[in-house]
């Protein structure tokens, strides 16, 4: 089993939407507000292009759907990635994940729920890589990030 290194302050969290995307003013206002919680603790974050947008209960195609997850996965900067929150189409993006290349790659956190379980259930079995059954982005976008959410972010530093 292969294990991320630790989160610190000052490290980048990526969001990506491998299933629904947070699209409307509600919803957008809820990421604004997780984002500036998450950086509020000290951390960087970047967004794919297509985490606030969201059609049919999906934020892009299953093939771009995956390419941005593996954009985050690339980036070196990035150490623990996000889904805003689960869905119900993420199962159509794994055949086009590169499981192979993700088991040569340094290990990231990736952190999530219901429909990210598909994710991360397929990212250890086909790469060796621990992932955690946490918080999703969006549960962190209230007034303040509750403590059961919080959790997820101690396990990863």
């Known amino acids: 089993m292969k294990y991320p290194r630790l989160l610190q302050k000052g490290d980048t969290i990526g969001i990506c939407a491998p299933s629904s995307g947070a699209s409307g003013d509600v919803l957008s206002k809820r990421m604004d507000n997780a984002v500036s919680n998450i950086k509020a ?7 794919t292009a297509s985490v606030r947008s969201d059609v049919k209960c999906v934020s892009a195609d299953s093939a771009t759907r ?15 990635i996000l889904p805003p929150w689960g869905g119900e189409f993420l199962m159509d993006m794994l055949p086009h994940l590169d499981f192979e290349k993700l088991s040569l790659l340094p290990a990231k956190w990736v952190c999530g729920y219901s429909d990210t ?3 991360t259930f ?13 918080s999703n982005m969006m549960n962190m976008g209230y007034v303040r990030i509750h403590e059961t959410d919080m959790r997820a972010l101690d396990v990863m530093s």
Request: proline share 3%; no cysteine; glycine share 8%.
């Open 117 to 119: 379980t598909t994710l």
């Open 66 to 80: 995956a390419a941005e997850f593996m954009s985050l996965y690339e980036n070196p900067n990035v150490v623990a």
């Open 122 to 134: 397929a990212l250890t079995l086909n790469s060796g890589i621990a992932t955690i059954h946490g």
């Open 41 to 47: 603790l000290g951390y960087n974050v970047v967004e």
